[in-house]
Antibody, heavy 123, light 107 residues
Framework: QVTLRESGPALVKPTQTLTLTCTFS??????????VSWVRQPPGKALEWLAL???????YYSTSLKTRLTISKDTSKNQVVLTMTNMDPVDTATYYC???????????????WGQGTLVTVSS | SYVLTQPPSVSVAPGQTARITCGGN??????VHWYQQKPGQAPVLVVY???DRPSGIPERFSGSNSGNTATLTISRVEAGDEADYYC??????????FGGGTKLTVL
């Protein structure tokens, strides 16, 4: 059974850097074709893709946020870490990690998802 | 940039059929995936690759995709189907893209 769980601070101050960890089980990110992604959802709003990392350590970022995002993996710990710099109140959202099924690029789908972690940006 | 357009809301009586659309330029040439999200919960994949169902998803959920519109169809709607539904594709920049979401209300 594949599961993912997000962890990180519930509250960050404006201009700070957010670090979130996705801990997963049921698959290995060293297996060819595997990839994990981050998606966020501001309260009452739609889903927004942020970043993905694949088994070969290739990384891809949202065009609009790429200057602020860094994704990395620790295969031995079954973890994927996302950092987002210069946090702003508009970044307040629930942050999800998810495995991508099918192709990691161009046609893949997100399944399953972690439970999500709400991050509030406020001074 | 590519845009996915979903109606903000759809209402249907129990036992009837709900159709949720996702519009995009020549979306029929893309693979469309659909997610169900109940309040306070993470999204769940209900249809992938236009019309395939993950294991555990009832046959009442089906999908189609042609021209400029993809459609998620929920037959014999139940109260438990009330949720937000999102379509998803990959745009020309190879970024995953979600629609704005549709709130399904079961009357």
């Amino acid at each position: 059974q594949v599961t993912l769980r997000e962890s990180g601070p519930a509250l960050v101050k404006p201009t700070q850097t957010l670090t979130l960890t996705c801990t997963f089980s049921g698959f290995s990110l060293s297996t060819s074709g595997m990839c994990v992604s981050w998606v966020r959802q501001p309260p009452g709003k739609a889903l927004e893709w942020l970043a993905l990392i694949d088994w070969d350590d290739d990384k891809y970022y949202s065009t609009s946020l790429k200057t602020r995002l860094t994704i990395s993996k620790d295969t031995s710990k079954n973890q994927v870490v996302l950092t987002m710099t210069n946090m702003d109140p508009v970044d307040t959202a629930t942050y999800y990690c998810a495995r991508i099924g099918g192709s990691c690029y161009s046609q893949g789908w997100f399944d399953p998802w972690g439970q999500g972690t709400l991050v509030t940006v406020s001074s | 940039s590519y845009v996915l357009t979903q109606p903000p809301s759809v209402s249907v009586a129990p036992g009837q059929t709900a159709r949720i659309t996702c519009g995009g330029n020549n979306i029929g040439s893309k693979s469309v995936h659909w997610y169900q999200q109940k309040p306070g919960q993470a999204p769940v994949l209900v249809v992938y690759d236009d019309s395939d169902r993950p294991s555990g998803i009832p046959e009442r959920f089906s999908g189609s995709n042609s021209g400029n519109t993809a459609t998620l169809t929920i037959s014999r709607v139940e109260a438990g189907d009330e949720a937000d539904y999102y379509c998803q594709v990959w745009d020309s920049s190879s970024d995953p893209l979600f629609g704005g979401g549709t709130k399904l209300t079961v009357l």
